[in-house]
T-cell receptor, first 113, second 115 residues
Framework: KQEVTQIPAALSVPEGENLVLNCSFT??????LQWFRQDPGKGLTSLLL?????REQTSGRLNASLDKSSGRSTLYIAASQPGDSATYLC????????????FGKGTHLIIQP | NAGVMQNPRHLVRRRGQEARLRCSPM?????VYWYRQLPEEGLKFMVY????????ESGMPKERFSAEFPKEGPSILRIQQVVRGDSAAYFC?????????????FGSGTQLSVL
């Protein structure tokens, strides 16, 4: 059974800090890993997707890495801003996306102005 | 190109009633996923459909829950005889066929409250 764990469950930091969110997974047959952002009362916004053959992806102030051998992924947020406050979810999928995503419970991030 | 549209945004039902949740996929997307997010829990996969076919329903409760994606019209998640434990946010995602290797796009969800 695939499991995805996210640590920490909640994080509060002052504006401007760099921070790292952690995600671990048990599935060695991972096909890709995806990071999402969820705002209260809204749907999920895909931030970064890392294929199993890749090591990392970058978009603006965000960088996500994938280490299949250790079963870990990290999301690095540089120069955090209050607008980054949200819940961040990581999810893994198998078999080319033909299966559903398996999500972690998320990290609730608050950036203090 | 509109995104994935879910309606209603909020749905209130009394115990024993039926709930019908609708999802219109993005244009050109032929595959739909339904997920449920219980309070303080992560999203859990329920069912994966393509038009007129259920591909994987391994995450859906065996009783009271059903899903369809007809040739025409939106995908429907139907919950019969709702109970308080069905209160949750239900999210739909759509994608092209998996061989396109495009990540799914999510709707804003339907918040179901059972009184």
């Amino acid at each position: 059974k695939q499991e995805v764990t996210q640590i920490p469950a909640a994080l509060s930091v002052p504006e401007g800090e760099n921070l790292v969110l952690n995600c671990s997974f048990t599935d060695s047959a991972i096909y890709n890993l995806q990071w999402f952002r969820q705002d209260p009362g809204k749907g999920l916004t895909s931030l970064l997707l890392i294929q199993s053959s890749q090591r990392e992806q970058t978009s603006g102030r965000l960088n996500a890495s994938l280490d299949k051998s250790s079963g870990r992924s990290t999301l690095y947020i540089a120069a955090s801003q209050p607008g980054d406050s949200a819940t961040y979810l990581c999810a893994e999928t198998r078999r080319g996306g033909a299966d559903g995503l398996t999500f972690g419970k998320g990290t609730h991030l608050i950036i203090q102005p | 190109n509109a995104g994935v549209m879910q309606n209603p945004r909020h749905l209130v039902r009394r115990r024993g009633q039926e709930a019908r949740l609708r999802c219109s996929p993005m244009k050109g997307h032929s595959h739909v996923y339904w997920y449920r997010q219980l309070p303080e829990e992560g999203l859990k996969f329920m069912v994966y459909l393509q038009k007129e076919n259920i591909i994987d329903e391994s995450g859906m409760p065996k009783e009271r829950f059903s899903a369809e994606f007809p040739k025409e019209g939106p995908s429907i998640l139907r919950i019969q005889q709702v109970v308080r434990g069905d209160s949750a946010a239900y999210f739909c995602a759509s994608s092209p066929p998996p061989e396109n290797r495009t990540h799914p796009f999510f709707g804003s969800g339907t918040q179901l409250s059972v009184l």
